[in-house]
């Protein structure tokens, strides 16, 4: 809040107060009519506070966590490996998952592999017997989205044996 908000609203107060004792010790004319206005300098201070706070919370830009937090990774390279795990989680829990994180992940590697053996992905003979016919059945580019996307998603131990097929290729440089 700022400093003119604040004496601003402390000056209203004041004056409601001072208002409202001053018609208590004059004696205001009925009970009911003290009462009214006492429930209207209220209200009005009530919503004085709200702007002053709503106008407070506008004012002040959102609190953000220091550099290394818990939920900020450190820099870029971090950050792509904890979205690349997400994927994969993604991707074991639900076919629709796999087909639409994971994969695309998993087709771009096998293809920057393949073509540096001078094979494109697209090239499904020549792909096939490089990759074997498991590892190229996940990055088959042909391949129809899942007809249930809710189904069980590809296990973490078969993405395992196609990294691992992609590491055999490339060291038979």
């Known amino acids: 809040m700022t400093r003119a908000l ?3 609203f402390l000056t209203i107060a004041a004056l409601v107060g001072v208002a409202l004792a001053i018609a208590l010790g004059v004696g205001a004319p009925h009970p009911a009519v003290l009462e009214r206005a006492a429930a209207g300098a209220f209200g009005l201070l009530g919503i004085g506070a709200g702007s002053i706070a709503l106008s407070t919370a506008v004012e002040t830009p959102p609190r953000t966590r220091p550099p290394g937090g818990a939920d900020e990774p450190p820099d870029a390279r971090t ?3 904890l979205s690349i795990e997400r994927s994969l989680r993604f991707g074991a829990s639900t ?3 796999f087909y639409a994180q994971t994969r695309p992940r998993l087709v771009q590697i096998a293809s920057a592999c393949l073509a540096r053996k001078g094979v494109a992905l697209s090239d499904r003979e020549r792909a096939a017997d490089l990759l074997g016919a498991d590892a190229f059945e996940l990055v088959d580019p042909y391949i ?7 189904a069980r998603g590809v296990p973490l131990s078969r993405v395992r044996r ?3 097929v992609l590491e055999a290729l ?3 440089r």
């Open 6 to 8: 604040a004496v601003g």
């Open 79 to 81: 950050a792509d490996l």
């Open 95 to 97: 076919a629709g998952d």
């Open 144 to 150: 129809e989205p899942p007809t249930d996307r809710f």
């Open 162 to 164: 196609f990294v691992g």
């Open 170 to 172: 490339e060291g038979d």
